[in-house]
């Protein structure tokens, strides 16, 4: 009987050695550790042996059981594991994954929301689809005035479209503000403006602007030159200057135009230049007005810079229109 133990054990091994594929391990588990199988056959045989006997082919049929099975799982495991295709060599090098990072204007915008957001201007926002009353009339620029004119806005067309266009400036945010929130406010809007230009290097017929909007008791001139230099030392940097050059807009009264002392870059050289950067100014009393501000309680200031000129100024680009081509070899010099 061990004999024939050992003889068992040899063939069910090296049945089980010879087997190639997953689907064959069924048949072989039926005939060999199946409850009707050659295993069981030899465990019923073990009642005919000799008493004397019993202990040791008792123990012998335990150590083939468990030597069969064990080599079954091996092999289970062995063959579920191989690969389906063909091998694949894990050590090859991948292809590079490209890896994306915020476009320049993007990055310029987020610093001037992080600069103005740390001075204190909550982040207002406005459609870029607007009407009249906010783009125009509401910032004291009545009907019939010369800006108004076909030739320098996008009008919608159409009768139902009525006189909607594209915002041209994001002062339109300081009127829907002031419609909603009740002074003191002090916001800032960043966002997309339309006008009808031709395209060339320092045009283009959509850009971005920032708008600031301070409204409070008392407020002057003082507040609002105080508030440039904080904002052109943090974003420009402890050298940076402003001056501010007597101008006119309807909605502020005074006005000034704002130009920046920068370090430019050109053609590999820094270099510090007076640059204009936007308008600013006292809001016109006509604007609280408009927005049912009674002026002669509040004061306010407010500017509007234009970011591409910001973004090209500080990272020395030359051509406003590299910016909206996302040629990403552009792009990636400043990821
Ligand atoms: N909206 C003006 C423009 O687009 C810029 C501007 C000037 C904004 C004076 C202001 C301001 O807030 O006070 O040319």
């Not at 050695?17 to 997953?22: I, K, N, T, W």
């Not at 002669?296 to 229109?321: H, N």
Request: a negative charge; glycine letters at 8%.
């Amino acid at each position: 009987m061990l004999s024939q133990l050992d003889a068992l054990e040899s063939e069910a091994l090296s049945e089980l050695a010879s087997l190639g594929e997953v689907a064959a391990l069924e048949l072989f588990r039926v005939r060999w550790i199946g409850s009707n199988g050659r295993l069981r056959d030899a465990m019923n045989e073990l009642k005919s042996v000799a008493k004397e006997l019993k202990p040791a082919v008792g123990k012998r049929l335990n150590e083939v059981k468990a030597a069969i099975e064990s080599a079954f799982e091996f092999k289970r495991v062995a063959l579920s594991a191989a690969p389906a295709g063909p091998a694949i060599d894990v050590t090859e090098p991948g292809l590079p994954a490209g890896e994306g990072a915020r476009h320049i204007l993007t990055k310029t915008i987020d610093e001037i929301v992080s600069v103005l957001g740390r001075m204190g201007f909550a982040v207002a926002d406005g459609p870029e689809l607007e009407d009249e009353w906010h783009n125009f009339n509401a910032l004291n620029i009545p009907d019939g005035h010369p800006a108004r004119g076909h030739h320098d806005n996008f009008f919608l067309g159409g009768e139902v479209a009525g006189k909607l266009l594209l915002r041209t400036q994001t002062s339109t945010v300081q009127i829907r503000a002031m419609e909603t929130m009740a002074p003191p406010l002090k916001i800032c809007a960043i966002g997309r403006v339309y006008r009808p230009d031709t395209h060339d290097a320092t045009h283009f017929s959509m850009f971005h602007q920032v708008e600031g909007l301070c409204v409070d008791r008392n407020v002057s001139m003082v507040d609002l030159k105080t508030t440039l230099v904080q904002f052109a030392h943090a974003f420009f940097g402890p050298e940076a200057e402003i001056r501010l050059r007597p101008s006119f807009f309807p909605f502020t009264e005074p006005s000034a135009e704002l130009d920046m002392k920068m370090k430019i870059i050109k053609n590999g050289v820094a270099e510090w230049k007076w640059i204009e950067l936007g308008g600013c100014g006292m809001v016109d009393p006509n604007v609280f007005k408009a927005v049912g501000i009674d002026p002669e309680v509040w004061t306010g200031f407010a500017f509007g810079l234009g970011i591409e000129r910001v973004a090209m100024r500080k990272y020395g680009i030359g051509d406003i229109r590299l910016l909206f081509e996302n040629d990403a070899r552009f792009l990636r010099q400043f990821a």
